[in-house]
């Protein structure tokens, strides 16, 4: 009888011969590209601050993540490589200023790189769920594991440190029960009911994602080199602050405490560690990332009132969103992502649309 060691070796060996020329599919294209930006840009943030860290186990998780942002770098651009794909610019030493003071503390740093962990966790998730070809589903397999792994760290060093960004606690249930009333969803009576586990940690996840780009547009607004940008970023922290509030509301009604802001954790430095660019592109990033949140939150709770209050909240991100990528478009900064062929535009461009080519 084969072992089952065996027949797995056979399976593997005959899917690496099926998908040996299949091309990339538009979902490991774009999961890919998107990828390659995000880890560049992670890349210069934790070399800039490898700079400035003052406390050495901080500093080893930085390095940590960063080895893990230049192992992905890495291996998609083997990939781009072997796939004949040109290798997108995204960011590099032109984007870090390493004579730059700090803008954010050590603790600020541990904090971002979790939360950004958390939010590559269900990024890397929906990527391998959407993937097909083996090297890729091993690829972005591989990555789910390197952020689980630095989440776990990153929570375990904010504990050592004094910081517990997780919910609060409720008491355990003392027996099962069933919802009777039609009210426990509505958004009007729902108010009058407590709110539940997984409310309580939707809510707690993003009040931690607008607390984290608050600070960071608090940051970037001392530091844009123009009138404009600095605008921008200080619009952005006020939206942040304002929808903390909004979220917070509905823990401090339930007599449950509101996640701290981080504020503190920046510095008063005016000098750029990043380039604008970079900046600008990491709070569309964050944008992408607090939308995610807000519609992955709608899907888990049940309380229509808090439904009402995200709706109005994800069309306050994707407005400031908009107005942050028209800026980045009118700079020339926005890298193209791989789109489908136009076949309207091909058609134009054709020899065969010439006149003369109809003469007899």
């Avoid at 538009?26 to 560049?40: K, M, P, Q, V």
């Avoid at 547009?217 to 530091?223: A, N």
């Avoid at 900046?279 to 229509?304: C, D, E, P, W």
């Amino acid at each position: 009888m084969e072992s089952e060691g065996s027949s797995r070796d056979k399976m593997e060996k005959r899917m690496e011969e099926h998908q040996q020329h299949k091309k990339l599919a538009a979902s490991e294209l774009g999961d890919l590209f998107e990828n390659y930006l995000g880890d560049s840009l992670f890349k210069c943030v934790f070399e800039h601050h490898l700079q400035v860290v003052e406390d050495e186990e901080i500093k080893d998780f930085i390095e940590f993540a960063l080895d893990i942002s230049t192992k992905h770098l890495t291996m998609i651009k083997e990939i781009y490589t072997k796939e004949n794909i040109p290798i997108p610019v995204g960011f590099g030493e032109q984007d870090i200023r390493k004579e730059a003071p700090r803008l954010f503390s050590d603790m600020f740093m541990v904090f971002y790189i979790t939360e950004m962990t958390r939010a590559g966790l269900l990024t890397y998730g929906g990527a391998l769920s959407s993937s097909s070809r083996q090297d890729i589903v091993e690829y972005f397999d591989m990555c789910i594991q390197d952020s689980s792994i630095t989440y776990q760290r990153g929570i375990e060093l904010l504990l050592a440190k004094g910081m517990d960004i997780l919910p609060p606690n409720i008491p355990y249930p003392s027996k099962v029960d069933f919802i009777d009333r039609k009210s426990f969803t509505s958004a009007i009576n729902a108010k009058n009911r407590p709110l539940s586990a997984q409310e309580i940690k939707h809510l707690q996840v993003n009040i931690n994602s607008n607390s984290l780009g608050k600070s960071f547009m608090l940051g970037f607004s001392q530091v844009a080199s123009s009138d404009k940008l600095r605008r921008y970023f200080y619009q952005g922290a006020q939206l942040a602050d304002k929808q903390i509030k909004q979220l917070g509301s509905f823990l401090i009604e339930d007599n449950l405490p509101s996640p701290k802001l981080m504020d503190a954790h920046v510095t008063d430095s005016t000098t750029p560690p990043f380039s604008d660019k970079l900046m600008l592109y990491h709070t569309t990033l964050s944008n992408g990332i607090g939308i995610q949140y807000y519609g992955l939150a709608v899907s888990k709770i049940m309380r229509h009132d808090i439904h009402a209050k995200l709706a109005t909240l994800t069309a306050g991100i994707a407005k400031y969103s908009n107005e942050g990528i028209n800026i980045t478009i009118n700079n020339g900064w926005l890298e193209e992502p791989p789109t489908a062929a136009d076949r309207k535009k091909l058609s134009k461009m054709s020899p065969g649309n010439s006149p003369n080519n109809f003469r007899s």
